[in-house]
């Protein structure tokens, strides 16, 4: 796999993070009734950047979670020989709340799909939404974003690999390109 190009530096993500940020502000009813739930991994650090900008500019703090959506999802078979059960809490009730799932890449919509199996097995919320940093294309399943950080169209030889310095260490936006030998990775 080689490097095709940066497609967003930190100044460009953090950006995008705060344009999502007042897009939210603007489009919720009653941000005292809003939770983030940041799909792991790199969703996690998103959804708390866009809650920290939301309390900057508004003084609400909205309500911050982690779901591990592992168990939900309908490739586990090909991900893992034995799947890891991950018994989990979220620590606010999802019931009639806005909920909003942060993730760093739509691509097929298969994680999407198993984050609101996970979410309805909390609660019941009032409305479920999508925050992505990068909408790539290739969807499976009739999902679509809410909030979308950047639109990039890829082919399926190529990577979208989001590095946010909580978890990386850097914080950008890179795309990558399989060789031709190589088998197709079905990933982000």
Known sequence: MKLKAQLMDD????????????EIIEKSRDLEN???IGIKTRGVPIAEQIAANIETHTGVKVQTCTLDITFYRDDLTKRHDLPTVNTQT??????????????DVLFTGRT?????DA??????P???RLVVLVDRGHRELPIRPDFVGKNIPTSLREIIAVHLEAVDGKTNVEIYEQDENE???YGQ
């Open 11 to 22: 100044v460009t993500v953090k950006r995008a993070l705060t344009r999502l940020s007042y």
């Open 34 to 36: 809003v939770v983030l």
């Open 90 to 103: 979220l620590p606010v009730d999802l019931n009639d709340k806005e909920v909003i799932l942060v993730d």
């Open 112 to 116: 999407v799909r198993a984050a609101i």
């Open 119 to 124: 979410v309805f097995r909390f609660g019941r």
């Open 126 to 128: 009032a409305r479920i």
């Open 183 to 185: 088998p197709e990775i």
